[in-house]
């Protein structure tokens, strides 16, 4: 998953990074409670409810959102006192859409759930996220509860929490969701896949039997997804300076390091013997979901957690699923932060924002309305209380409960264990934990390097970890020299410096 995003110009008076971040939102989110109120009050001089601008994230865009939109409206309204619209984006396009929104602050948007691949440190230093431990304590008190000290510190900076992980998996596991069709015909034994090199006999097998297909698809947001989880690495969020070993807490260059090159050898190959899609760096209007149901991919790359087959076949379409997972699971500070809700400084009325997502993570009603749509027309209930296909499920079919908030409260779809959840909770407590869970750059001394990083990481990353570099060792030795030349071993230091803090200050 990387869409390496170098984001827009700081708006005037941004200059100082986090600290003026920090300082704009609180006071933002004085103003606004002054200007919206608190509760049920109205908007405005006319006595209307405040409306609150919420994205959300869909494999496509449904065609009844207006439908769900208006049953969540009828919650909101009564609950606390405001109505609801849905930005809808889809997994391809919401980091570009969210990045144009964040940097037009006149442009409304109230509650966001957003993709936070590199951390959520330079969407604080750009002044784009508020400030949320005051509103956490005045209307998420339900969020407390539910996320507890050890999540929220998890997406935290400098002791103030900018964002709010789901009730999901909390542990970093990839695999490979292949059809399972094409599998059983070719008898292929997936319960031998253990590591990423145990994948490329699996892909000769079924390139040689269909090469009307590429084996593995993908899109230009999800191209992290092949490096996520390897090793024992632990990325430290944005992977300039990394933890080899995540027991250790020692920084070092991932680019440098012998698994990383090991990944790109062995992707050139897969991409040489023709296995990869070959606008996978470009195609961002195509879900891998979306590729593998159109008949053009016989497998992508997926986390992997308990319910992620059902979870998968919901979005797919044509085809059931089975899954080969790789390596083991490890739980990382980016697990917290990767898809998270926040509030932006673009919000109007922070306060009643809160009071939404204090919904999200306690009201049942409204988190099966996100995640399955109406019941009775795009879900039912089944006579083992199973949600289940309704007459009407193609109008609103995400099926995916991870993205709301508290998804334990959700319905558990037909075709999973009924103690689905607390396999889920099971996964997360077995996972290894790096030294560094909780840990978050600060990127505002070393802004200017940050800055010249990304755009070094957009020019060679993506296009060397799917094997489109040709000469890999001087791809990779060219893509070495930009990063110190741009300020890695600076960047490097002060991350060292601050994780040192960091272990300190838990020890």
């Keep these: 998953m990387a869409s390496i995003l170098s984001g827009c110009g700081k708006e005037a008076g941004q200059e100082n990074g986090s600290a003026v971040g920090e300082a704009s939102g609180t006071e933002a989110a004085g103003e606004k409670e002054a200007e919206g109120g608190n509760g049920t009050e109205p908007d405005n001089a006319k006595g209307e409810m405040p409306n609150l601008v919420v994205s959300y994230a869909y494999a496509a865009v449904p065609d009844d959102l207006d439908k769900v939109e208006a049953a969540i409206n009828e919650i909101t309204k009564e609950k606390i006192g405001c109505t609801v619209t849905l930005e809808a984006f889809t997994y391809g396009n919401i980091d570009d859409q969210i990045t144009l929104i964040l940097s037009s602050p006149s442009e409304q948007l109230d509650v966001m759930f957003g993709r936070f691949l590199n951390g959520m440190a330079s969407f604080v230093e750009k002044g784009q996220l508020t400030p949320l431990n005051n509103l956490l304590d005045e209307h998420g008190q339900g969020i407390q509860e539910v996320l507890g000290e050890k999540y929220i510190k998890a997406a935290s900076l400098n002791g103030e929490c900018y964002g709010l992980t789901t009730c999901r998996d909390m542990a970093s596991q990839i695999s490979c969701m292949f059809r399972k069709d094409i599998i059983d015909e070719l008898e292929i034994d997936l319960s031998q896949v253990k590591t990423y090199d145990d994948l490329t006999p699996v892909f000769e097998q079924i390139h040689e039997a269909h090469p009307e297909l590429y084996v593995t698809g993908g899109s230009a947001p999800q191209t992290r997804f092949l490096v996520k989880n390897y090793g024992k690495i632990d990325f430290l969020g944005n992977l300039l300076g990394v933890l080899e070993d995540y027991d250790k807490p020692v920084v070092t260059n991932l680019f440098e390091s012998e698994a990383w090159k090991g990944l790109v050898r062995r992707n050139t190959e897969w991409n040489q013997a023709g296995y990869i899609y070959p606008d996978i760096c470009t195609d961002s209007s195509s ?54 809700w926040a509030i932006p400084t673009n919000s109007k009325n922070p306060g009643k924002a809160m009071e939404f997502l204090n919904l999200l993570y306690t009201d049942a009603d409204l988190i099966n309305l996100f995640s399955f749509g109406i019941e009775g027309e795009h879900y039912v209930l089944n006579e083992e209380g199973f949600a289940t296909d309704g007459p009407n499920t193609a109008a609103y079919a995400d099926k995916a409960s991870w993205k709301a908030g508290n998804a334990y409260l959700s319905h558990i779809w037909e075709g999973d264990d009924a103690d689905l959840y607390e396999q889920l909770q099971a996964f997360n407590e077995s996972a290894a934990q790096s030294c560094a869970m909780g840990f978050v750059m600060d990127n505002s001394t070393v802004s200017s390097e940050y800055t010249a990083l990304q755009s070094v990481l957009a020019k060679y990353e993506v296009m060397l970890e799917w094997g489109f570099a040709g000469d890999v060792d001087a791809t990779i030795a060219e893509f070495n020299k930009a990063l110190y030349d741009a300020g890695l071993q600076a960047y490097m230091d002060e991350k060292q410096r601050q994780l040192d803090e960091f272990i300190a200050s838990k020890e």
């Excluded at 590729?291 to 497998?299: F, I, Y």
């Excluded at 992508?300 to 699923?321: D, I, M, R, S």
Aim: hydrophobic share 45%; proline share 6%.
């Design 287 to 340: 879900s891998v979901q979306m590729l593998l149901s159109n008949g053009v991919a016989a497998s992508y790359f997926q986390v992997f957690k308990p319910g992620a087959v059902v979870e998968n076949e919901n979005t797919v379409q044509n085809y059931e699923l089975v899954a080969a997972p790789v390596e083991s699971p490890v739980s990382f500070t980016s697990n917290v932060q990767n898809w998270m």
